[in-house]
């Protein structure tokens, strides 16, 4: 493992914020200044290749980066906000269901934040502050 891979799997593992590519190069430029975003992505690509980091894709907005302990997700369908819930493990009874071994899954649930409703509702209301039908 080249020495940015195992800083970028360091910063991956460290964060709880799932990093874009962006952030991540962002963060590994205080170590080494001299890097580019390339080998940024050349190295995450890889460690995802290889089953060390997990990548999150959420419509509409860049790749994020995640360690591989096991947790789900929950993201705001508005903003794109991404946050970790803990749910039981479901391996067992997916593959009970399934038939097949299963090597894992990345369960994300969409859902709206309060950020996100309280706009949605503040929309719905004329400006004199009557509710719309």
């Not at 205080?30 to 580019?36: D, F, K, L, M």
């Not at 995802?48 to 997990?54: A, S, T």
């Not at 860049?62 to 947790?71: G, N, V």
Request: hydrophobic share 35%; charged share 30%.
């Amino acid at each position: 493992m080249t020495k940015y891979a195992r800083k970028i799997l360091e910063l991956v593992e460290a964060s709880r914020n799932h990093m874009t590519a962006e952030q991540i190069f962002d963060a590994l430029r205080e170590t080494y200044p001299t890097v580019v975003l390339a080998t940024v992505y050349n190295n995450l690509n890889r460690l995802w290749e290889e089953g060390r980091i997990r990548k999150l894709s959420v419509q509409g907005s860049p790749d994020r980066f995640d360690r591989i302990a096991r947790h789900d997700h929950l993201v705001c369908r508005g903003c794109g906000r991404l946050s970790d819930v803990t749910l039981e493990d479901l391996t067992g009874a997916l593959q009970r269901q399934m038939g097949v071994p299963l090597l894992g899954y990345d369960l994300k649930l969409l859902y709206l934040c309060e950020d996100c409703r309280r706009r949605r509702e503040a929309g719905r209301e004329t400006e004199d502050g009557e509710a719309l039908s």
